[in-house]
């Protein structure tokens, strides 16, 4: 899973990925962002090797992109904005360490530009698109109105990822560059104003995890990634395969079919069906067998929805 990361310059977005890394990345030229992958501390994980024994324990991790911020006053351009929109999931850093500048300030400015930029974007386009229609150069579709409607929800000042859209439309815009059709939450690098800009991120429709890259203690790094994952719309489910135990990312409401396919394409192709056990069933009971036996282990279709924490064995023809 890529996450971008967008900040302002000073929100700590390369203390952040240095601190859950522990190693200082940095990227100096702004078209080429830092690009950092990190291990995700999970004790449920460890918790399940605990039990297993397994030869090989493999985390699962966030690739980070960290692009280059700027000063507030100045805002992004162009090539970075077109450098996080190729992002589907992107997390705006604020910076809550410092009373120099208030974050819920912060956030609204960040907000309000993702929304700007899309809105003089679609104008342009429309622009473009009805002098075409007047000169012969295009028949006017529904494509037009389309985008008009969404102009009129960016002018109501929001994400377009709060509108329902088909997969097809969202796809649509994802072609344009529209950056605001993309999965977007906060990350609040320290403690400043904690309550008001977590209301102000549910006004926003934007999930919110904190942390402090300059001082949380080791242990709440655990408690981030919980928050994280769930702000990013993910979820993790383990396997215990041969030597192997692992931790898996896919997004919420994702199936046992989805789950397998995460695994590889041609353990989905071969899919039969699924044995699941919560995380908490299998440590009590201590195995598979053990789940099986008191009745713990529920057998799951294609379509079965995999929950946070479950412990998944793909049965499969390949």
């Not at 077109?82 to 410092?98: G, H, M, N, P, Y």
Request: a negative charge; proline letters at 2%.
């Amino acid at each position: 899973m890529k996450v971008g990361l967008l900040g302002y310059a000073g929100s700590g977005k390369t203390s952040v990925v240095s601190f859950l890394s522990g190693k200082r990345h940095e990227s100096y030229d702004p078209l080429k962002p830092a690009v950092i992958t990190v291990k995700i501390s999970d004790s449920r994980l460890k918790a399940i090797s605990e039990v297993v024994k397994p030869e090989k324990t493999t985390e699962s991790e966030i690739t980070f992109v960290d692009i280059k911020g700027c000063p507030e006053s100045a805002g992004f351009d162009e090539k970075t904005i077109e450098i996080a929109s190729q992002l589907d999931t992107i997390a705006l850093v604020i910076r809550a360490f410092s009373e120099e500048r208030n974050p819920c300030d912060e956030l609204d400015s960040l907000y309000l530009e993702m929304v700007y930029r899309d809105e003089e974007r679609l104008k342009i386009l429309l622009e473009k698109r009805q002098q075409e229609i007047l000169n012969g150069r295009r028949k006017r579709s529904q494509e037009e109105d389309f985008l008009q409607k969404c102009q009129s929800f960016l002018e109501q000042e929001k994400f377009l990822s709060s509108a329902v859209f088909e997969e097809k439309q969202r796809m649509f815009l994802v072609s344009l560059g529209i950056i605001t059709i993309r999965k977007f939450f906060v990350v609040m690098n320290g403690d400043l104003m904690k309550e008001t800009l977590d209301e102000k991120c549910r006004r926003y429709n934007l999930g919110l995890c904190q942390i402090n890259a300059e001082g949380s203690p080791r242990q709440d790094i655990e408690l981030f990634w919980k928050q994280f994952l769930e702000a990013a719309g993910m979820l993790r489910f383990y396997t215990i395969v041969g030597k192997e135990t692992r931790a898996w990312l896919i997004p919420e409401g994702s199936t046992v079919l989805d789950a397998a396919a995460a695994i590889h394409t041609d353990i989905a192709a071969g899919f039969v069906r699924a044995d699941v056990v919560s995380f908490d069933d299998f440590i009590a009971a201590g195995s598979f067998s053990a789940c099986r036996e008191k009745g713990l282990l529920r057998s799951e279709a294609k379509t079965g929805i995999v929950k946070d924490g479950d412990i998944i064995h793909i049965h499969s023809a390949r």
